[in-house]
């Protein structure tokens, strides 16, 4: 059973332009939702999280926005940069468990120059 | 660089046979999480460590088993491989005690090739 549905599988946006990935959530037990970037050939890396308590965060460039009823969360790239190309992984847990992550399936994020 | 190392980073074998896969936490980490990424399956949970002892599997086959050593390194071995096995193989670990964030410290991963 897939607990987190992610989209797009891939993503190609021009320079400058806007990035939008769609995450959406089964198990109402979860409590904390982090978005990782990865590199090819490097492992994951926290990008940004949030926790439901709040319906949007943003660090610089990028925001979550989070809607508990509907059980989606979206990752925005603003001002898309070609160094932002990598794949993107939302993710989610519970408390008790929080470090054990439930992953979506990943978006391939392309910014052309 | 997260502080976490993976050995190897590439190996092939064949099938029926049996490997070791190798992490060191980031320094201070108690915890240490395995996963797996192949194309179909995405990122899967495998097993966490912490201290020395298994906090929780997830979806690890009974073909393969982890341990976490006194000095905090773990080790995933895989035996009996099947060609299915094909993945890239992580390692995380995570901050000791304090605030529960949540942040996982990604390794750069061990790929592993069974022909």
């Known amino acids: 059973q897939q607990q987190v549905k992610q989209s797009p599988q891939s993503l190609i946006v021009q320079k400058g332009g806007i990035s939008i990935i769609n995450c959406a959530y089964e198990?109402?037990?979860?409590?904390?939702f982090p978005w990782y970037q990865q590199f090819p050939g490097k492992g994951p890396a926290l990008l940004i999280a949030?926790?439901?308590?709040?319906s949007e965060k943003k660090e610089g460039r990028f925001t979550i926005s989070f809607n508990k009823s509907a059980k989606q969360f979206s990752l925005h790239i603003m001002d898309s940069q070609p160094g932002d190309s990598a794949t993107y992984f939302c993710a989610a847990s519970k408390t008790g468990s929080a470090r054990q992550l439930t992953f979506g399936s990943g978006t391939q994020l392309t910014v052309l120059p | 660089d997260s502080g976490v190392t993976q050995t190897p980073k590439h190996l092939i074998t064949a099938t029926g046979q049996r490997v070791t896969l190798r992490c060191s936490p980031r320094s201070g980490d108690l915890s240490v999480y395995w996963y797996q990424q192949s194309l179909d399956q995405g990122l899967q949970f495998l097993i966490q460590y912490y201290n020395g002892e298994e906090r929780a599997k997830g979806n690890i086959l009974e073909r393969f088993s982890a341990q976490q050593f006194p000095d905090l390194h773990s080790e995933l071995n895989l035996s009996s491989l099947e060609l299915g096995d094909s993945a890239l193989y992580f390692c995380?670990?995570?901050?000791?005690?304090?605030?529960?964030?949540?942040?996982?410290?990604f390794g750069e991963g061990s790929r592993l090739t069974v022909l």
């Open positions: 198990n109402t037990a979860f409590d904390y």
């Open positions: 949030i926790r439901p308590d709040v």
């Open positions: 995380a670990s995570s901050v000791a005690g304090g605030a529960n964030t949540g942040e996982l410290f």
